[in-house]
């Protein structure tokens, strides 16, 4: 992975290592999503997380870097694949700590609308177009979620919250688009 990230290697160790990382992510992520995993693998998970983040700020370089190999073509998809697993890191973090089905989906619906304004406002400040394309879509996500799952299945406060969760992180959102850093 360090080799594959490095300056001057060929573009097919980086199409490897994206590979296993890739592979890495969906054997973490059916360990982690079960409610009963076990401690030691949301461990593992938070690791591979944190490899795959790192993988990702190696090898896509500086804000407006010219592309110039495999590496930073693929580095989006490490980035998405290293947020999977730490969404389901936190999403079965969540499920522990909290009993209550509707407080554990309103954590969910935290949990996005939080990393959807997190990531808009990494990808506009620091000018990287995959971020805040990501940070977007989990957006777009947390809108379906609280449109077709929060607003059948929850009621009272937990749906007051999702909503309001929802209105602040749009409003988050939008006005970081709007400001020039």
Do not use: N
């Amino acid at each position: 992975i360090w080799m594959a990230a490095g300056k001057g290697h060929p573009s097919w160790s980086a199409g490897c290592a994206v590979f296993l990382l890739a592979t890495a992510a969906v054997r973490g992520l059916l360990h982690v999503i079960e409610p009963l995993a076990p401690a030691h693998s949301l461990f593992a998970g938070a690791f591979l997380a944190a490899i795959l983040l790192f993988h990702y700020l190696r090898t896509e370089g500086p804000a407006g870097a010219s592309p110039s190999a495999l590496p930073h073509y693929l580095a989006p998809a490490v980035l998405v694949a290293g947020l999977l697993v730490l969404f389901g890191v936190l999403r079965t973090g969540a499920h522990r700590l909290f009993l209550d089905p509707a407080i554990f989906q309103l954590s969910q619906t935290g949990i996005l609308t939080l990393t959807a304004t997190v990531l808009t406002f990494l990808g506009h400040a620091g000018r990287r177009w995959s971020v805040k394309s990501i940070g977007l879509t989990c957006m777009a996500v947390s809108l379906v979620k609280v449109g077709l799952s929060d607003m059948v299945q929850l009621s009272g406060i937990p749906l007051i919250s999702s909503v309001v969760l929802l209105g602040l992180s749009s409003v988050a959102v939008s006005v970081i688009l709007h400001r020039r850093f």
